[in-house]
């Protein structure tokens, strides 16, 4: 089984609506992330948290909100999708005692906003 | 502004020869780098890093090389082979400098290796 897995692995919604993704972790990591990736763009952060209750603001957090159910759950928001929030939305993982923080990513979620 | 660039967006190489993938960065803080390799339709997977304390870290195929003074890194592949085709990002962290050592990629590099 993956030890980071995200639902729904694609999705199609209209403007406005409003869209959940959800992120679920086996490795027992305290840190999650959340990034999009863009075309040419790379993977930009929008929003991380180091455990239960924290979380902060990354990259272009505009938009999107999060929040951290349990250390195994992280969820992202979009209050009210525009077509521009178009993407791949992956999920990451790290533990904090992983002196350079290496992240493992889930296999993350096509979002497409119409 | 970019403090992580890959400039090469795509490299095409033949099969069995070197692939040489490059990275810059700006902020001197980094002191850890990572690769990353990324296939269509997955997440993408942690494949080799360097410690900037050092100048060369191998792991089979694949090399990493740091040139601090340059600010610049590149990954090495010897022999290139087919399932070597895919996207490659760079990413830099600081353990101190206000980012809380949080990963900053660039852009990706799409590599296709031609049999």
């Known amino acids: 089984d993956a030890d980071v897995t995200q639902t729904p692995r694609n999705r199609i919604t209209k403007t406005g609506k409003r869209i959940m993704l959800e992120c679920s972790q086996t490795k027992g990591h305290d840190r999650m992330y959340w990034y999009r990736q863009d075309p040419g763009l790379g993977l930009r952060l929008i929003y991380y948290?180091?455990?239960?209750?924290?979380?902060n603001k990354g990259e272009i957090s505009d938009g999107y909100s999060v929040s951290r159910q349990a250390q195994a759950k992280f969820s992202l928001s979009l209050e009210s999708a525009i077509p521009n929030q178009t993407a791949l939305y992956f999920c990451?993982?790290?533990?904090?005692?992983?002196?350079?923080?290496?992240?493992?990513f889930g296999p993350g979620t096509r979002l497409t906003v119409l | 502004d970019q403090q992580v660039k890959q400039n090469s967006p795509s490299l095409s190489v033949q099969e069995g020869r070197i692939s040489i993938l490059n990275c810059d960065y700006t902020?001197?803080?980094?002191?850890?780098f990572l690769w990353y390799k990324k296939y269509p339709a997955e997440g993408p997977t942690f494949l080799i890093s360097?410690?900037?304390?050092?100048d060369k870290n191998e792991d089979g195929r694949f090399t990493v090389f740091l040139n601090k003074s340059a600010k610049h890194l590149s990954l090495h592949i010897v022999p290139s082979q087919p399932g070597d085709s895919a996207v490659y990002f760079c990413?830099?962290?600081?353990?101190?400098?206000?980012?809380?050592?949080?990963?900053?990629f660039g852009k990706g590099t799409k590599l296709s290796v031609k049999p």
């Open positions: 902020n001197s803080m980094f002191d850890y």
């Open positions: 990451a993982t790290s533990d904090p005692k992983d002196y350079h923080n290496e992240q493992f």
């Open positions: 360097i410690s900037s304390i050092k």
């Open positions: 990413a830099a962290s600081a353990r101190y400098g206000g980012s809380q050592g949080n990963l900053i």
């Open positions: 948290s180091f455990d239960v209750k924290d979380i």
